[in-house]
């Protein structure tokens, strides 16, 4: 016959057994419990969001565009594909977004519901800063880059750039660079050589093009390299021509002569 004798050493195995499978319950326990409330809480969310995203209270009722004139908010908020009356649960912050950076002129774009009724969107544009006449006219930003074709219903002033071809891709982005010079450096000028009286800039070549402003009865031919030098000089020979009342005679000024300017007359 064989005996065990249970000793204090199992007491404590038993009981370290014991202490173990409670844990594993409680921490079972726990985890089941997690998981039984996140159900819950997305079943919850989800009949709430059935609720509230049919309830008129949160039908968009404004639609609020910023940055751009009201032509091309007519643009965007066909590109958004939102209007009133939609449910503000239902429109998409971050789908508006990308649909509308699909415009060639967006920068960038923020989109901002405001519940219970509004939507905001807030843009960065890249504004027209030239006119650059290939076989059709097209707007260009400060960048150079291409915005868009100009239509009849543009009501945006911007000096006009002839003499580029496309035929050439090189010396196309060679005399685009040119011009974005050429206009830089006006913008610094007063008038009646300013930026704003600046209403075509025609190259030649590559390092000589012909000015043409509102604000002057004449062309002015100006070699691109020493530009900033020369209108410093054209000023001083408009302001001399206009005391003595020879102005309105003059065809053609060219400030680049070493020896001087010259000034061509009407015949």
């Not at 016959?1 to 202490?19: I, P």
């Not at 923020?110 to 519940?115: H, M, N, Q």
């Not at 001399?240 to 020896?259: D, H, N, Q, W």
Request: with cysteine; glycine share 4%; net charge positive.
């Amino acid at each position: 016959m064989s005996v065990y004798l249970n000793t204090g050493r199992d007491r404590v195995e038993d009981g370290k057994r014991y202490g173990a499978v409670k844990l594993l319950s409680i921490f079972t326990l726990i985890i089941l419990g997690s998981a039984l409330i996140a159900i819950v809480i997305k079943y919850f969310l989800m009949i709430s969001y059935t609720i509230i995203s049919n309830v008129s209270f949160f039908n968009l009722k404004e639609i609020h565009i910023k940055g751009v004139d009201d032509r091309m908010a007519t643009e965007i908020l066909a590109l958004a594909g939102i209007e009133t009356g939609k449910n503000i649960w239902k429109l998409n912050p971050k789908q508006i977004k990308n649909s509308i950076k699909l415009h060639k002129s967006v920068v960038d774009v923020a989109v901002k519901r405001s519940f219970p009724d509004k939507i905001y969107i807030f843009l960065e544009v890249r504004r027209p800063y030239a006119i650059v006449l290939y076989e059709k006219p097209y707007y260009i930003d400060s960048t150079g880059r291409v915005i868009k074709q100009v239509s009849i219903i543009d009501e945006q002033e911007c000096p006009i750039i002839t003499g580029i071809s496309r035929s050439d891709p090189e010396q196309e982005e060679f005399l685009k660079k040119q011009a974005l010079y050429v206009l830089d450096t006006i913008s610094r000028n007063q008038r009646p050589f300013s930026l704003s009286e600046l209403s075509e800039v025609h190259f030649i070549n590559d390092f000589f093009a012909c000015l043409y402003f509102r604000s002057a009865p004449f062309a002015i031919k100006v070699y691109l390299p020493e530009l900033e030098t020369q209108l410093k000089a054209l000023k001083i020979v408009h302001s001399y021509l206009r005391s003595m009342g020879e102005e309105k005679k003059v065809a053609l000024i060219t400030p680049f002569y070493k020896s001087g300017v010259a000034v061509a007359f009407r015949d």
